[in-house]
């Protein structure tokens, strides 16, 4: 069977050759035929008459895009998905826009532009060309120049191009047919060596992302912290000799706001130097009562006499209206509240040091009540 | 083409006097208009003529530049034009004219020639040893020499070369190429210290490092447009014959390199300012952003980044005589734009436009006419001895 | 030669003797086809061992964390930002000879475009390594770095210039390689079309996505050229200013300054013009492309050093003089602590080899004297180096509150990842002449005596 004839080529040696050669095949009236250089000749496009390229539209529009998305995506974000104050300055802060903004401009340009013209004029990647491997290519990507024109012009006539071109001077004229191999090209999806591809991309794909998200995950620093070397609660820790991890706080540990007492251990030193702070108002005396109600009252009774309903189960407190507690600096009960006495524990625990005072108003209250005197009634 | 060249012995194609009277005749204008500013108004006379100062100052000294930068840089394309620019560097020797009667109003003009207001102020008294009237004078003296001296050697032996035959020429190109290389530091400095002086100090409580920059692009701007328009007028009325679309463009594209340069630079002074949000350097903005100041500033991105930028973007309108010349004229506005929207706050917190700024351009738009048809009297409107005058008619992109 | 009188008249010859493209080939892809001699092996030695030594160093950091390293507060930046800005700094000469001088029309660019290019794109790479791995901390949740819609419903911090840089840098990286790409496009297509090794013929095939120097092409492909140059000579400028707005922004003495930003730019094509002349004055002696990388190219890259440092000594200037102006005493104490202080000895290597030692490139025999040139070029890398150092250091170690004041000693971990970068880059660098073209055939070609009509 004939070979399809793709274009026949012509070769010559300087640029002035070629350019004159070329206009005169543009003049010629034909439409489908292609001058190829080693490097860009200067007026070329001129003798071709090929126009403009339009691809500075795709890199103008593109980069308006680009700008587009900047200033959209990072005004969303700053008024609208997810508002900061930052450094005092407005949601808005446009100046500090402006250079993320330039940068995707000139990136959204840049890439897609030069992406388009690969993928759609120069319909690239493309090694199947007829004109790949031939002598003529060898020549032309060196040092000499040719023209070609392809057989699909109307005007083609093989032995007419031929005289044509020789006419113009080309030299080495020869006919270049389509590769009939290449002629029927197109992907098989059955296709031995696709397939193969396609395994083993598939394959490695499954064990690349099996071994990362099931065990590389696992290991530091991928872990992300997972596994953290640090003492948690109740393990063991070698750091100490008896090996116990939670260790009690340090000697002289205080809370926080804790004042010490500084009447520990020295009941007279209390009665002579603490003052009740709180005047027996009707709150102060209100909450003492409450107070002396839950802590007091199981042991010294409701009213102070020390008839509680222990009876028995406990030995009960000496009642407080007798006239050595009432002869009390309000100092020594606040002591003996704080520290016990005898039988009876500290109860600085439970008892905030403002209820205390607050209870010793109640109990004042109380020893007046069941010593009253005469003057009292009136 | 030979080296014999019949039709460029003498290239002398002055422009008619009607022009040299339109020159003559806006200066006139304009100095009556001086006076009666300064008779009526004297602080808000001296403040438009300081901005008049610095927009001749600018088209002057920028013009030497672009000569320095020719030679420095090798290029061809501009050997063509260059005398334009030399034509434009000669209104350097007038700058006085402007200076002087500033001089007269420094204490309009400069808190800190105010000698109480200083004793008074911690800061200015810091700053004293360099804001003080003598030294400003001296200043100003010295830069006027270098600049004037440099003016005079680079048009010099360009002029010298005019009448020189081959290659004999050819050491005037090795002298100025020599000149420029010393020359470029020397503009440096000098246009720096105008900034500094002239401009920044009008607020001597602020300061800002790129001043020196700043100013130089407006300069480098303001100079490219005036010679622009000029060439181009030139070569439609036959005065630079065989200027081509590549020469155009060349102008063009610098033009349109400028305006993105001053854009940055006038931004990242802002931007920095903005972003530390000190109050010291803050103020001076706040300044230019109240009592109907930020209707200028707005109006100066307009009219000195995004229209230039839109209109010469395309690569036709880089080529493209006509939109050139409306552009070139554009950007000498908005040079003039600028240097009021610098300057003027100082004067008077709330906006304030009125006849003076109007009318006391003329002067200097009236001196501008008036040296540049003169100097077509005088000399070459090409530099006939330059070796690279062949290269640059034939220059293709 | 030091006297060679220039004729104005003819258009300067790109090459020495008369090059033509077959030759042009031939040179360029010589190296290619060679194994590579003993002093490439020598090198690549020694480069493997630096970046073995700072990747050792960076798994003890992943997993002993960051705190081996010398800074902690006050000066909690130091060898890694250093090495950050240096290396950004490094690339963006790649991008402005590539870039800039295209725009500018200066066709001697072409015989060292390419592998400018390529010192960009991995001076950049060097960078982000810094920036991700080498004081990170937890360098796995480097994605954060990313504005990405995530489960925290988090968004990264749009106002802060870290973020800035991260578009700027990643950015930059990407229209580099694509710039890079595009040009190493017919590249490709002349090597596949030359070489008899079945392997490398399809390798090359591949990355040459089937070139075929059609014209209609190479219209679209120069148009496409010249745009991504229009778009990468804003794009160098702003990276380095956004690079410069790290500390620019901040309220410290020393740092908030408002000439950071074109300063800063100037300073990067000063350093990258330092090291592409240093690394093409070996390479070009190593392949023999002394008739392609001419002395001519040399001296334009000195010219331009001189320049640029010229005016980082501006910016110098400026902001000393500015911080007296400005009469506030931290502006003033800082520039004297650098001068006086603990680091003087940094400042005063910074100033001499910034702006003292390249003055001598003034005079026109030590522009074109290849010893003087190279240690001149290190000088200046050393300086820039140090200049970086002395920005950070000294603000942070010094800045408004004496109390706070602290000092930075590196550690052997410092110098670890120093040697990181250096490492990483000179292997790239290496593999790079060994394995693609270091000089742009294509691009070469074009401007050769009688490359162009005679009517152009």
Redesign the interface.
Known sequence: MKKPIYAITSLFTTPDEAIRAASEVSKAGYTKFDVHTPYPVHGMDGAMQVKISKVGYFAFFFGLTGALTAILLISWVTLSDYPLVIGGKPFWSWPAFVPVSFELTVLFAAVFSTVAMIIFYFKFPNNAHPLHDTPYMKRVSSDTFGITIEANDPQFDENKVKEFLKFLGGKEITTVYFDPEEFDYGQKLIDMRFLGVLAVVALSTATISYFTMNKLLYIEPFNWMMEQHKQKPQQPSNLFKDGIGMRPPVIGTVARGFIPYPFSGKPEEAGKYLINPLLPTKEIVERGKSKFLTFCSPCHGNFGRGDSRLQGQFPNPPTLNSDKVRNWPDGSIYHVITEGQNVMPSYAPQISREDRWAIIQYIRILQRAQNTKESDLK | MS?HRPQMDSLKKPLPPRVTYLGLALFSMGIVLYAIGYYVEPRHAAFNNLINFLFLISIAVGALFLIALEYI?GAVWSVPMRRVNEFLAGLIPFTPLLAIPLFFHLHELFHWAHTDVVAAD??LK??AP?LNSNFFAMRFIATFILLTLFYWLFTRNSLKQDSTKD?KG?IY?RRNIRLS?IF??VF??TI?FIA?DWAMSLEPHW???????YYFSGTVLSALAAATYIIIRFHETGRLPGLRRDHFYSLG?LMFAFV?FWA??A????????????P?ETFWFIKHWQNGWQAVSILLIIVQFAVPYAVLLP?EAKMDPKRLKFIALWLLAAHWLDLYWFVMPTYNTSLTFGWMELSFPLVTIGLMITVVAWKTKKHNLKPIG???L??GMEF?? | MATEVIDYRKEPSITIQHVTSADIDAAIEAPLNRFPSRRWWIAFGVALALLTTGLCTVALLLFQGIGLLGFNQPVAWAFDVTNFVFWVGIGHAGTLISAILFLMRQRWRNAIARFAEAMTIFAVICAGMFVTIAHLGRVWLAGYLFPYPNQHGLWVNFISPLVWDVFAVSTYFIVSFIFWYLGLLPDFGTLRDRTENKYKKIIYSVLSLGWRFSNRHWSHYERMYLILAGFATPLVLSVHTIVSFDFAVSVNPGWHATIFPPYFVAGAVFSGFAMVQNVLVVVRKMFKFEHIITMNHLENMNKIILLTGSMVGYAYAMEFFMAWYSGSQFERFVFLNRALGPYAWAYWTMVSCNVVFPQLFWLKRFRRNIFIMFIIGILVNVGMWFERYVIIVTTLSRDFLPSSWGHFSPTMYDFGILSLGFGLFFTFVLLFVRFLPSVAMAEMKTVLEGAQPSQH
Request: glycine share 2%; aromatic share 14%.
């Open positions: 080296e840089a911690e800061l810091a700053k360099y290659a050819d190109t290389a470029l530091p440096a400095i720096t500094i300061y800002s490092t790129i001043i020196g920059i594209s993105n940055y630079i931004f990242s002074q802002f931007m920095l300012i903005w972003y530390a949000n000190l010291e690569q330059d070796p690279k062949k290269r293709h992109l």
